[in-house]
Nanobody, 126 residues
């Protein structure tokens, strides 16, 4: 049974930083091209991809976060991270950790991800 548990969300002023963590179990991340990622959903908007990383360490980022966010995985701790720097008010959203059900590399396509955490709220004030 795959379990994903996010933590690290909170409130921060614009320009600040946060690091999200996702402790995971039951997911065979080592399979080639299997990926985990972060998605976010703001009120009234669709859930969208933020960053993804595959078992080979390849990464993919949404254009809106490139250069500001960094995704990483600590295999020894079974924990996925999202380091978020230079935060903007438009980054405010519920952030979800996800793992692919259909291994397809570091895609940000929602439908490839079949396992989800409960989410952690990030609020950035101006």
């Amino acid at each position: 049974q795959v379990q994903l548990v996010e933590s690290g969300g909170g409130s921060v002023q614009a320009g600040g930083s946060l690091r999200l963590s996702c402790a995971h179990s039951g997911y065979t991340f080592s399979f080639r091209s299997c990926s985990m990622g972060w998605f976010r959903q703001a009120p009234g908007k669709e859930r969208g991809g933020v960053a993804a990383i595959d078992s080979d360490g390849r990464t993919n980022y949404a254009d809106s976060v490139k250069g500001r966010f960094t995704i990483s995985e600590d295999n020894a701790k079974n924990t996925l991270y999202l380091q978020m720097n230079s935060l903007k008010p438009e980054d405010t959203a519920m952030y979800y950790c996800a793992a692919q059900r259909y291994c397809s590399g570091p895609s940000l396509v929602l439908s490839a991800f079949g396992y989800w955490g409960q989410g952690t709220q990030v609020t950035v004030s101006s």
